[in-house]
Structure formats: C-alpha cells, structure tokens
C-alpha cells in the first residue's frame, strides 16, 4: 500500500515533477535575480531593466534544469542524499558555464567569467536545496503522520455518532436490518482506525461512502436519494482516506437532514486527463442554520491535500442559491517512488 513515507514531501530531496516544487524553485531563483539586480544597479531607475536582463539569461537555464531534473527525479532518490544534492549542483553549474561560453561564442556578451557563472548558479541550487532540505525536516513522516491522526480523530466521532444511533434505533423494532447495520458500522470502524499514512484505494472509499449512506437511509428513509454517477476512472487509483465520507456526512446533515421533503445527494467522480475530479452536491434547504458546522470537514480535508498533495491538488466550493457543492481535484498517481 502506498504510504505517505514515500511522499515528496518528505524526502530532502524535492520532487522536480511536482507544481508546488516547480513554483517555489521559479519564484525563489526571479527574488536572487531582483536582489542581484538591486545589488548590481546604482540607481533604482535602471533596477527592473537590469533585472529583465537578467531573467533573460536566468529563465532559460532555470527552465532547462527543471525539466532535466524532472528526467532524473527517480534516479536521483536512489541516490545518497549527499550525493543526489551535489549532482544537482554539478547540473546547475555546468548548465551555467556552458551557457556562458555558447553566448561568448556568438558574441552576445563579453566579461566575465565561465567560473564565475558556474559558482553563483551552484550557490544559488545550494541555497534551495537547503530550503527543501529544512521543508522535508518539518514534514517529516512522523510528524506529518501524528498530524493526519490528529486530523482524523476529528472526523471519526461525528460520523459513527451518527451511526450508532441509526442502528440504537432499529434493534427493537427491525432486528435484523440493525444486525446488518452493525456489520456496516464495522467497517467504518476499521476505515477509522487505519494507518492514516496509507493511500486507500477509490473503490475502498466509495465502498465507504456507500455503507455510511446506507446506514443513513435506515434513520432518514426515502427522504435520502443518492445519485451516484461514477465515469470511466480506474477504480484501484490510490487516493488519501476519508475524502468522500466527510463531504457526504455534510451533505446528509446540512442539506437533507434539515429539509422535512429531504432531496438528493449527488456525488460524480470522473477522471479528465491526469486528475481524478470528485464532486459531492446537496440541495441548501435549511442549510443555513448549520453553515458554520459544514466548513470543519471541508477545512479538515483541505489540510489533509495540502499534506499529501502539496499544491497539486484544491477544493472548491460551488455555493448557489439550491445547490451547494464541494468538487476535489486529485493528481492521478498510480505509485509513487520511494
């Protein structure tokens, strides 16, 4: 099972493939160039035009590197760390000085240095390597594993509540649906007491969702209507645990629950290019009066992408004046490297 001590993450090394890795290198690598820019100019008129000069040479050996890093990710993590980080460097200073004698060849510049050009692109890797490096410290496995725990304690208490008293209230009067129940409510058990550094599969956490709604139409009745509108996605995708249950939970709560007609719960899964999109709605009768109580799942699951997807995947919200929807969007990783 895919766990998150493979994450990118945390490892010291940075996952050259990943958005919010790609970001951080372009925004870091233009603020050395501002400041070397501020710190080469003797006037502030000429700053941002010192500065275009620069990025004109900095832009394309920075996109270059990126892309043959991005070549290289896996091989580099089978490396030592020590060793991955200096070839990093070598690449870095390398690209520099070949790039400096190819425009000195053509005569598109003059001064300066091959070495000098080499040692400044080498300290400039070795300055974001050392951020990456102090990142994957803070998101150790450890730490990043105690804080999913602690994200998904708070989870668990208001879904098997809630199911508990779906089955308190079937034992007398319909015993073997409440026996049946219970073998449900089991599952949720375990689904809340896994490891929640694991991946789960999609057709687990849709199989999830399927017995917490079905132990909720035992309470609700045919006030709960679920559509469920699944596409041509692979169903053994590896997905973080208890996306789906939350949301659905909100969903019953906040949009059935209160409506004495109840309504419908839509949930539409789809994978569009290399992402999974997942798409739980609900009618909004009544929903005001738990709309505070409806943002701890939807904040609790947006921490929880952040720590396992980085930037690469978002949540967003669709509030209109009868629907309310919350739509996920997964990056499609069928394993991840270690």
């Not at 300066?112 to 070795?126: D, F, I, N, V």
């Not at 879904?159 to 034992?171: D, E, K, T």
């Not at 009067?173 to 049946?180: I, K």
């Amino acid at each position: 099972m895919t766990s998150i001590r493979h994450f990118p993450a945390t490892h010291p090394l940075p996952d050259w493939r990943n958005f919010g890795v790609m970001l951080r290198v372009l925004l870091g690598i233009n603020a050395l160039a501002l400041l070397a820019a501020l710190v080469q100019t003797s006037d502030l008129a000429g700053w941002l035009g010192h500065y275009v000069e620069l990025a004109a040479i900095v832009e394309p050996l920075l996109l270059i590197a990126l892309g043959l890093l991005s070549l290289a990710r896996d091989l580099l993590w089978r490396l030592p760390l020590r060793l991955g980080q200096a070839l990093v460097l070598a690449l870095a200073g390398g690209l520099a000085a070949g790039f400096f004698l190819y425009t000195r060849a053509l005569s598109l510049i003059e001064g300066s240095s091959g070495w000098r050009s080499a040692l400044l692109a080498m300290a400039a890797a070795a300055l974001l390597l050392g951020y990456f490096e102090l990142r994957s410290r803070a998101f150790s496995p450890a730490q990043t594993e105690a804080r999913l725990a602690a994200l998904n304690a708070r989870i668990r208490p208001h879904f098997l509540f809630n199911s508990l008293n779906a089955v308190l209230s079937l034992i007398r009067a319909r015993p073997q649906q409440a026996e049946a129940a219970l073998e449900a409510l089991s599952d949720l058990f375990r689904a809340a007491m896994r490891d929640p550094g694991e991946l789960v599969s999609l057709a687990d956490e849709i199989s999830l969702g399927k017995q917490y709604l079905e132990l909720e139409h035992l309470r609700l009745g045919d006030r709960l209507a679920v559509d469920w509108q699944i596409g041509a996605v692979s169903l053994d995708l590896p997905i973080p645990p208890l996306m789906l249950q939350p949301l659905l939970e909100n969903a019953v709560y906040h949009g059935i629950e209160p409506a004495p007609e109840g309504g419908t719960v839509q949930v539409v899964i789809a994978q569009r290019g290399d992402e999974l999109h997942i798409a739980i709605a609900n009618p909004t009768a009544g929903q005001a009066q738990h709309a505070a109580g409806n943002q701890m799942a939807v904040a609790n699951i947006r921490e929880r992408l952040a720590l396992y997807y980085d930037l690469e995947a978002r949540l967003e919200i669709v509030a209109g004046e009868n629907i309310y929807q919350v739509r996920i969007m997964l990056p499609c990783r069928r394993r991840v490297h270690p």
